[in-house]
């Protein structure tokens, strides 16, 4: 049964960083892009990142770029978000999601992002900053 599962979140002071990880199973991991999206309170998803299933292609989105960097553990089945400093408006549900093809999509500022833009989703993991 395919799963994707995330940890890592918690509350964090401004300026920090976090570490997220997703770990996947039930499928051929090293065969598709993956994905970090978020949804905070009130608001709707929101594509944070995505890489390529070999780990050669990455995006970002404008709001967290420079900030985070998105990477993958082909022999361990893992993804990871390395968050650093982290504001506020970084605070939301953080989902892993595992991707259609291969290649990711640089998905622009302007997109809506849906849960169908993506095969499956985590169940997600709480991010906090806060003072």
């Known amino acids: 049964q395919l799963q994707v599962v995330e940890s890592g979140g918690g509350l964090v002071q401004p300026g920090g960083s976090l570490r997220l990880s997703c770990a996947a199973s039930?499928?051929?991991?090293?065969?598709?892009?993956m994905n970090w999206a978020r949804q905070a309170p009130g608001k709707g998803l929101e594509w944070v990142s995505g890489?390529?299933?070999?780990?050669?292609?990455?995006y970002y989105a404008d709001s967290v770029k420079g900030r985070f960097t998105i990477s993958r553990d082909n022999a361990k089945n893992t993804l990871y978000l390395q968050m650093n400093s982290l504001r506020p408006e970084d605070t939301a549900l953080y989902y892993c999601?595992?991707?259609?093809?291969?290649?990711?999509?640089?998905?622009?500022?302007?997109?809506?992002?849906?849960?169908?833009?993506?095969?499956?989703w985590g169940q997600g993991t709480q991010v906090t900053v806060s003072a």
């Open positions: 039930g499928f051929t991991f090293s065969n598709y892009a």
């Open positions: 890489i390529g299933s070999d780990g050669g292609t990455t």
């Open positions: 999601a595992k991707d259609h093809q291969r290649d990711p999509i640089p998905y622009p500022s302007t997109w809506k992002t849906h849960r169908t833009d993506f095969h499956s």
